[in-house]
Structure formats: C-alpha cells, structure tokens
C-alpha cells in the first residue's frame, strides 16, 4: 500500500464523526447499511452525512452500491486489511525479539498503557 493512500486513508479516519461511521460499517459487515440507517444510527443529518461518507468513499476505506432507491454503504475489507498491514508489517523487526504476541489486535483498545517516559 502507498504511502499517501495510508496518509489519505488515516486522515479520513480522523475525525469523530467519520470514525463512529466507519466502526458501525465495519460491525455490520459486507452487507452494509442504508444512508438513512447509518444517519439515525450516529445522529448525523442527511446533508452531514453526505460529506462524511463521501470523504470515506474518497479515500477508499468504503464501497457504494445502490439496491433500488437505496445507496448501501459498506466497509471495502481488502483496503481496511491492507491498511492494518501497513501499520504492522515491520512489527518488532528492529528488536531482535520475537514480538509477534504484541504485534497482534486486542480486542478492546479502552485500556492500552502506554510505557512511561523515561526522565
């Protein structure tokens, strides 16, 4: 994956609203939502959703299709994948330790520690 796609693709993650959506999207799977249901569902209106989904769209983190008078949003699995890679693949490579236990996703991000800094 490129450089500037991750960049465009975090960016487009960065932000509240975007990221609320994304998360419902990724919950709901290749099936996907309806606008007008991911809208009640964040408590965004039609015009705000609009520019949200878009600039997820722009950055390829989600796929549109239309069934009829709906547009189905859903996440595109393959860049989210990639996009993980990305993140992980030089995992501990410079630490000379086998890490692979702590390059793996946990489940629940609420409570990581972070290391304290040294004085």
Request: aromatic share 4%.
């Amino acid at each position: 994956m490129k450089t500037t796609v991750v960049i465009g693709a975090l960016g487009a993650l960065a932000h509240e609203h975007r990221l609320a959506i994304y998360r419902l999207l990724v919950q709901r799977g290749p099936e996907g939502l309806p606008a007008g249901a991911i809208g009640e569902r964040v408590g965004l209106v039609p015009s705000s959703l609009t520019f949200h989904l878009q600039s997820l769209q722009r950055a390829g983190l989600i796929l549109q299709r239309r069934e009829s008078r709906l547009l189905i949003y859903s996440v595109d699995f393959t860049v989210m994948n990639g996009l993980v890679g990305y993140l992980t693949e030089n995992c501990c490579r410079d630490s000379g330790a086998d890490c692979s236990s702590g390059c793996a996703p946990t489940r629940s991000p609420k409570a990581v520690k972070r290391p304290a800094k040294a004085a």
